[in-house]
């Protein structure tokens, strides 16, 4: 099978694909045939050295895929050969054949096709265990949303407004806030052309956000928190301005707030009980109309070094997706 490699630590330019042996399942994985796999901030992290994770080389990048069961280990009770499914694999889904613990894998609802299916699992498994089991949104709360037109931001948005909140989102430019606004984003900040801050402070009538959603670090990280409301919860998701903010901690004192850090990964890992309700409540928000997935780019396997550099540099709205087939 064709395998797109990192064989040292750098940049996605780096990435060679080429021809390796078929992977075999191990009695608690199945083996699934790639359709489509979804592209995501970490997958620059790992191949860089810069992720929680460091597999042994030669391996693939790509933490999640939609595609179809081909192989399935002697223990496995739950899939069958043919089954389509998402797999959130951590790495190794830039390939036409990835082995997957079956514990990992949920079906793909009959009305998903793959490149939304690939697209799903880390954005939308990231944002509502971000908000419910972490930031305990409530309806009638504000939730800022910084990042908003990116994948997990905008899943936030819809899952927001799903769960009752009334979004802020806050992007870059107008094109990114379009999107943010068409999933349903109640109000609109451009922090290029004004100041977080103060758009907070007009929008909430100086009461502040109840819960930040913050994916991106950075300045904006250090404008969001002065603008917290009294008990309000700050989600700590990632750092994609690349830079990882200092807390003012004396402002925990005084707005009576809570910084939470999301790690959905080992969430998922630790209460798969609760990763598995969470999915169940995203699909039938999906079957109702209220999430839905923008993918926005696609690529073909031997140009995912041009797919993770694409949202290395900010330039994505939405999702990024490789096609293997």
Known sequence: MKAVLCKAFGPAETLVLEEVANP??????????????????????????????????????????????????ETVKNLKIGDRVI????????????????????????????????????????????????????????????GASGGVGLAAVEIGKAMGARVIAAASCAKKLHVAKTAGADELINYTDSSLKAEIKRLTNGAGVDVIYDPVGGELFDQAVRSIAWNGRLLVVGFASGTIPQFPINLVLLKGASVVGVFWGAFAQRQPADNLANFQQLFSWFAEGKLKPLVSQTYPLHEAGKAIDSLGQRKAVGKVVVCVR
């Open 87 to 146: 797999a959130m694999t951590g790495w190794g889904s830039f390939a036409e054949q990835v082995a997957v613990g079956a514990y990992n894998c949920l079906p793909i609802p009959d009305a998903m096709d793959f490149n939304s299916a690939a697209a799903f699992s880390m954005t939308y498994g990231t944002s509502l265990h971000a908000l419910k089991q972490r930031g305990n949104l409530q309806p009638g709360e504000t939730l800022l949303v910084l």
């Open 24 to 73: 075999i399942a191990k009695a608690n994985e199945v083996v699934v045939e790639v359709h489509s796999a979804g592209v995501n901030f970490p997958d620059m992290l790992i191949i860089e050295g810069k992720y929680q994770f460091k597999p042994p080389f030669p391996f693939s990048p790509g933490a999640e895929a939609a595609g179809v069961v081909c192989s399935v280990g």
